[in-house]
Nanobody, 123 residues
């Protein structure tokens, strides 16, 4: 079992930055592929970024590539999402998710989810 808790969301002006954190419980955090998804009002949940469990390889949605950076600290059981050059269209609830030995962009592949943190970008 893994429990996830996001933090770091808030209100920011366009062009600003935020860093989201996702703290995980459990001793085997390093065995989980970790991802960020987001869901805007009236829209489906969409993939943002993922980081592999062993290699640390990363992958980004085209909409955030070059602006967002995912990283993980296995010693702290935490995954981060650094978001720069934020745009109003980045406004959404951001969720972290964990998949044992996973590396996927599909929400259906993830077994564990956090409660989400709201990010609002004003124009």
């Amino acid at each position: 079992q893994v429990q996830l808790a996001e933090s770091g969301g808030g209100l920011v002006q366009a062009g600003g930055s935020l860093r989201l954190s996702c703290a995980a419980s459990g001793r085997t955090f390093s065995s989980y592929g970790m991802s960020w998804f987001r869901q805007a009002p009236g829209k489906e949940r969409e993939f943002v970024s993922t980081i592999a469990w062993r290699s640390g390889s990363t992958y980004y949605a085209d909409s955030v590539k070059g602006r967002f950076t995912i990283s993980r600290d296995n010693a702290r059981n935490t995954v981060y999402l650094q978001m720069n050059s934020l745009k109003p269209e980045d406004t959404a609830v951001y969720y972290c998710a964990a998949d044992f030995h996973g590396y996927s962009i599909l929400a259906s592949d993830y077994d564990y989810w956090g409660q989400g943190t709201q990010v609002t970008v004003s124009s």
